[in-house]
Every structure is written in C-alpha cells, then in structure tokens.
C-alpha cells in the first residue's frame, strides 16, 4: 500500500512561495526551458527522464517533500492545454518543466509482452522470459510460486525500463472469472473459483510491484493494473460484441463472484491501478459508473490511478450510444472517477466538455493527482533512473537462468495429468526405442504462449523437448490447427505405426480463441479428432494425447476410448513448456496441477453465453455456471487432477462445534441470542459478528503418499453449507495449498479456516450471511461435519 513520505514543514513553506513564484513565471511565458544533455545512464546513453538539471529545483522533484505535496506542486505549473494531454496513455512532454513523455501502456500478462505502445524488443533486450499462460500456471495452486513469476516478471519490467524498451505501469493481471467455457480470453485469467482468482492477483500483484524491496522510503518497483472491472467475460459471440455488450448482473453474483478477485487485488494485494471494462454493467458503462468506481477508492482503500481500457471511452458513445456526444461521453467518465483514457478521447474532448460546463478544471487536477502519485511513487520525478532502488538493474537482469528455470518450474507444475490408463506414463527409456509425435503445434514453439506473449527467451518445441531423451520423428497430421483437410494423415499413420510410443499434440491456438474471438463449439477443431482416431487405431500400443489450449473441451470420446492411455493437460506452457511435459512424460516430474476450470460437455454450447447468471434455474432449463453452481454433467471437474502416487488423506485435528459470542456485552463474552431465518435455516449477518477471529481454527490433516515417486501434490479442501438456502453453492474452495511428498511417507499440513470468510454465504440482496447448523468440510472422499450454534 502507499506509504507518507517524511514531512519537512520548514521545506513544505519555502516550497508554497517558490510555487506562486513559479506559477506567474511559468503561465505568463510558457517559454521552454533550455534542456539538459541526455544523461550518463548506466544502461542507455540516451535514455530520457524527468526532473534532470537544470528542471531538478522544481519542488515537484523534491524526493525529501510528501508525495501529494510533490503532485500538487506539479499541476500547479501546468496550463489547462497541457493538463488535458496528460490524460491520454501516450502522455505528452512538457519540455519547459523539463517532463519527459511518457507511456503509459505496457503489458506483463505472463512475461512482458510487446501488445502495448510501451514495450519494445528493438533494443539491446531482444526477449524477455515468457511464462505459461496464466490458467495453467494457476493449474499449479502454488501461491509462492505465483509470487515469484510475478517478482521475476517485474525485475524484467523495470530492467527494459532502465534500457528505454518499456514503461513501469504495466497492465496486468487479468482476474476476470472464467465464466463460460468458450471465452477467447479465459486463457488469461486465473479460472472460474473467486478464491482462486483473488490468492493469484493477491501474490501476483505484490510479487510484481516490489513494495518490500524498497524498505520505508515507500515506493514501487513497478505498478500493476487489476483488469478488467467489472464483470467482463465476453468477446464475440453472435450478436454480442464487448464493446456494446451489457452485463446484466445480479447483487448476490455481484458480491459473491464477480467483485471479490478486485477487492482482494486492491485491499490485500496493493495494487496501483484499476482498469474499467468496456461492458455495462446493468445499464451502465463500466468506465461511466460512480457507484462502481468510487466503491473501489471508499470501500477497499484504492489509492492509485484508474484508466479505461484502450477506447473503453469511445464506445460509451459510438457503441453503448449511452453519451449523446463525445463530449458528454468524457465528462461521464472524469465525473464517475476515471483518471486516463487508454486512447484519445480525453485528449480531443475534454477542452470541450469544459466549454460547456459539464466539467470542472477540479476534476481534471484530481485525475491528474491520482495519475501523479504513482509516477512519484515510481520515482519517475526523482531524476536520473540510474540512482533509484532498482537503477542497476539492466539487459543482464533479464532471461536469466535464475526466471529459466522459473519458467519450466511453473510449467511443470501446472500441467495436468487428465487420464493414465494401466499407468501408461511415466514411459520407461528402457523399453521403448523411438517415439512419435504428431499434430501442427508438435513443433511450433510459436504456438506455446498463448496471447499476450513477447518474444521468449530460448523457446522449446514439444518435439524439441523429446529429442534429449529418445530418437523421435514427427508428422504435422494437419496443416493447422483448424485441420480442415486429411491431406498429412497418412504421414501421421505411418510414422505412428512404426514407433514404439505415440504422442498426439491437438487442442486449441489464438486462431480458435483470443482477445475478440469466443469459441462456438467446444469440440475439436475440424479432423482433429479423426486424426487422433486413425492415429491411435495405427499404434500398435495406448497414445499419449496432449491437449494445447486455454478453453475447455469436450474430451468424452477420449476418455472412453482405451487406444488413448493417458492424456495431458499443458495449457499455453510459455517457453519451456516442450522441456516440461518431456520431463513429465518420461517420469523426471511428477505431475500435480488441477484443473482449475469446470470441463463441460458440448451440450453447453446451447447455454447463452451473455447470460451472466451463476445460478441455475431450472424453470428455464438453465443449468447454472462454474462448479459451485452448475447442476449439469460434467467432462472433467474443477480441482480434477492425477499423479503418478497414490495420495491418501486422514482428518488429526478437526473441531465438531463452534459456538458463536457476543463479545460486546460489558459482562464479557456471552452467547448471541438474535438470528434471522431464511428457507428454514437460522442466519447472522456476518457484519453483525464481533467475535470472527475467536471463531477460527486449523484443521490439521495427513497426507500419505503411497507411490515410489517423491511427489509435489496439492491439496484442496472444499466447504459445504446447508444447500437447503435458496442460491447457496454446492460447494466451494476454503483453502489450497501445495505440499512436497516423499514416496512412502506422510507429512501433517495445517489449514487455518475462518468461518466468518469461508463458511458465509451471499444472499439475495448482495450480504454475506453464516448460515447456523452443520456445515461440511469435503477432502477428496473424506467429510467432517462441524456446527455452527450459537
């Protein structure tokens, strides 16, 4: 979170003076101060920075005066012209205060990425390190080791800085929920659960930012953004485009699903900034809604800059047709509480909405205030970059061995192990001599990352990766990933009925889902699955189906099918991901991701996607949405994943009875005598309960790992309240983490449950309630009832 800076008030007075002062210079002239000679920067020669002599006197560059101090000083000196172009991403210089330009979008999703204006690999950084796309490296369910890639992320971010290839407010990540299966940009997010989502943008955001490196100076390594607020999960899908689609949500999805990843990025993770959608949300653009936007700054404590996303402005009033004109489309936003346009609206309008009184120059010093204090905390007015914390940090710091190794680490823990007929993997090197592997991505290490991907480090095909360990042919059986043609089967066949193993790469690539573009269909692609039928039919031996992809698909003909023994999940496995399932596939690693989305069936796809309701309905034949909910069959559920051990669990420590004080009776603690009832079932607002934190407690469990292999397993335990009350899920994740086994040994994990959190549920009317009675605590097949009285 954002830290004061010391307060020197003797510093704080000569600097009003020198600020009137400065003022009547500076707006009766407007004359460009002469400029500096570009600085001996360690990195970058020509590297440009704000606040470099002879500009430094400027109060605003004073590292010793209070951060809002600074940003004040600096609107001060500004003219209304130049206010206005400071409110664009690609901000404009300010040569007479000696502001350097500045951009303020660039991307880090899963690596820096070159999508934004702010990052470039044209200079001597020609790659960054690229992990796995984000859903499979939430397939982990690993919360440190979601803090490092975000760390590792961010020490890679502020380096290309240092040279001049990027900015230091990153757009990233994305905690949208997972909603619907055929979403183009599920492969971004960290899943369907809330839980889920808000731990990763929690370590993600706090590994990325830095704030614990810089000690109690206060200030960030970089900025993260959480995106994209709010309830946006829909690209193109029919008639319904993003820009104009209307997110009808109601009050209970709202605070149970919806807004909990952007409250915890926000309240526990610390995060600078906060992107508003294109969507409305019932009626109302994101980006143009107060109630929204100031709930985050008033509820949750936001301290930093909003912006909109890349022409989120103008479709307020080219596609919502919500604004009349453009100018009220500007004021709509600068009044809810956005602070930059990722686009060019501000820039063109704004002077305009001011002519016609719609908005004050107050909103715009506030927007600026806002935009100002993270640029500060940054030390982007502190002068040359190269003294700063993070000043040595250069072209050395980046695709190190150290974020390498990271990155097949983050890999290999998040695929997932779908099916392992007879224990077909791991293969043994002994007794087999040659391999085949088959499919168009097989080897195409291009097809690895997934969107918003730079350029990786040293990439690995999945062909690549299989080489080291046997002789190994390969076929592209297709010509694409669409496989609209039969043309390569024979080749495929051929080759596969001469290897002693058989691997089948199918699946998905950013031509069947991305940023625009939603799936209609959650099968195969085209002949995928005809190629994987006649390959499979030509094995002499069961083959192995590795599945490319960040969408669910509807995988029942392989799972029934004994020609198919084992099938592995890898997502968008980033850089190393050929070395990865290689080393997962002859034993080196054993597999221990989960899946962290629900697997439906293709009779989903009747399902409308635009309805955003989470809850099913069976009045209309709705089935409801994301394992919590969803009453339908499923593929593969949500947390389903297998290992190469057989893992087994036992309940040590785990109470039967909870018993709810009033702790705010003078006499001491005493039992609550007033409830409330809903569908027969006693409640109390969780608001209402004083005695939360004496009510928690840890469940200490065992954890035995019967195998031969050493493994690194995850466990999940679920909660399950009285699914008697109307909208109450039928069950949801209380706690996860990941635990190191060695074969043939057990280990005792401790798992602390907070019931005012995890066993509350959300009414009708958006309020958390804890439902009195027994609640469940699921672990795989085991259950422990604990009640809940007062």
């Known amino acids: 979170m954002f830290q004061k800076w010391p307060c020197n008030w003797n510093a704080i007075i000569v600097t009003l003076i020198f600020l009137k002062l400065l003022t009547i210079f500076n707006r009766k002239s407007l004359l460009p101060i002469t400029s500096t000679a570009p600085s001996s920067h360690p990195f970058k020669s020509n590297l440009s920075f704000s606040c470099a002599p002879p500009h430094h006197a400027y109060p605003f560059c004073n590292t010793s005066l209070p951060i809002k101090t600074r940003a004040q000083s600096l609107i001060s000196l500004l003219t209304l012209h130049e206010k206005i172009q400071l409110l664009s991403n690609n901000a404009s210089a300010i040569p007479r205060l000696g502001l350097s330009a500045y951009e303020w979008w660039s991307e880090s999703l899963h690596g820096i990425a070159s999508n934004g204006p702010g990052v470039s690999f044209s200079g001597p950084i020609r790659a960054a390190t690229s992990f796995p796309q984000v859903l499979l490296t939430t397939a982990s369910f690993n919360k440190s080791l979601w803090f490092s890639v975000g760390r590792a992320i961010g020490f890679e971010g502020r380096a290309m800085y240092n040279e001049g290839q990027s900015g230091l407010t990153f757009w990233a990540p994305n905690i949208n929920i997972f909603r619907d299966p055929r979403w183009g940009r599920g492969q971004e997010t960290s899943g369907e659960d809330p839980m889920v989502a808000s731990a990763y943008a929690v370590e993600y955001v706090k590994g990325l930012q830095g704030e614990d490196l810089v000690g109690g100076d206060g200030g960030f390594m970089v900025s993260a953004c959480c995106k994209h607020y709010t309830a946006y999960d829909l690209e193109n899908w029919g008639d319904f485009r993003s820009f104009s689609f209307n997110a009808v949500v109601s009050k209970q999805d709202m605070e149970d699903t919806y807004q909990p990843p952007f409250q915890s990025c926000i309240e526990e993770g610390g995060a600078t900034c906060l992107m508003c959608s294109y969507n409305r949300v019932n009626g109302v653009p994101s980006c143009a809604d107060p109630d929204l936007l100031q709930r985050a700054r008033r509820d949750w404590g936001f301290k930093g800059y909003i912006t909109s996303d890349c022409d989120a402005v103008a479709v307020i009033y080219e596609d919502h047709k919500y604004a009349k004109t453009p100018e009220d489309a500007v004021a709509d936003v600068i009044k809810a509480g956005m602070d930059i346009n990722c686009g060019t609206y501000l820039s063109r309008y704004t002077q305009l909405a001011l002519e016609q009184g719609q908005i004050q120059e107050e909103d715009i010093n506030r927007a600026l205030s806002n935009l100002f204090s993270v640029q500060l905390l940054l030390g982007l007015f502190n002068g040359d970059p190269s003294r700063g914390h993070f000043g040595k940090l250069g072209r050395e710091d980046v695709c190190t061995l150290e974020h390498k190794k990271l990155a097949i680490d983050a890999a290999r823990q998040g695929i997932v192990l779908l099916k392992n007929d007879k224990n077909l993997l791991p293969l043994k090197r002994m007794a087999i001599t040659s391999l085949a592997i088959i499919g168009p991505s097989a080897n195409d290490s291009s097809q690895l990352g997934g969107d918003y991907t730079g350029v990786p480090c040293n990439p690995i095909s999945l062909f690549e990766g299989l080489q080291p360990y046997i002789k190994t042919t390969y076929a592209s059986g297709c010509g694409d990933t669409r496989c609209n043609s039969s043309d390569g089967f024979a080749e495929a066949v051929?080759?596969?009925?001469?290897?002693?193993?058989?691997?089948?790469?199918?699946?998905?690539?950013?031509?069947?889902?991305?940023?625009?573009?939603?799936?209609?269909?959650?099968?195969?692609?085209?002949?995928?699955?005809?190629?994987?039928?006649?390959?499979?039919?030509?094995s002499e031996r069961p083959i192995i189906l590795i599945l490319l992809g960040g969408g669910p698909i509807d995988l029942s003909f392989a799972k029934v099918n004994p020609q198919i023994g084992s099938i592995l999940w890898i997502g968008y496995p980033g850089e190393a991901g050929g070395q990865a399932a290689a080393e997962i596939i002859f034993g080196d690693f054993n597999p221990g991701g989960r899946l962290p989305i629900t697997w439906y069936p293709e009779s989903f796809s009747s399902v409308p996607m635009n309805d955003m309701s989470l809850r099913p309905d069976p009045s209309r034949g709705y089935p409801g949405r994301t394992y919590r909910f969803y009453t339908g069959e499923v593929v593969y559920e949500f947390g389903y994943g297998l290992t190469y051990s057989n893992i087994t669990y036992k309940f040590i420590s785990v109470p039967d009875n909870i018993t709810i004080l009033n702790t705010t009776s003078k006499s001491g603690p005493s039992k609550l005598t007033t409830h409330k009832t809903l569908d027969g079932i006693d409640y109390i607002h969780v608001n209402e309960i004083a005695s939360c934190n004496l009510l928690k407690f840890e469940v200490q469990i065992s954890v035995f790992n019967h195998g031969d292999m050493d493994a690194s397993h995850v466990i999940m335990l679920f909660g399950q309240a009285s699914t008697s009350i109307r909208g109450a899920p039928q069950k949801t994740l209380i706690e996860f983490t990941r635990v190191h086994t060695e074969s043939l040994n057990a280990i005792q994990v401790n798992i602390g449950i907070d019931p005012c959190k995890h066993f509350s549920i959300v009414n009708d009317d958006g309020v958390k309630i804890l439902p009195l009675g027994n609640h469940l605590l699921l672990l795989e097949r085991l259950e422990h009832s604990i009640s809940i009285g007062l």
């Open 494 to 538: 051929r080759i596969s009925g001469e290897a002693d193993a058989v691997v089948v790469v199918s699946g998905l690539d950013l031509s069947q889902e991305d940023e625009g573009r939603d799936r209609t269909s959650l099968l195969l692609p085209g002949k995928q699955m005809d190629l994987i039928s006649a390959v499979s039919s030509a």
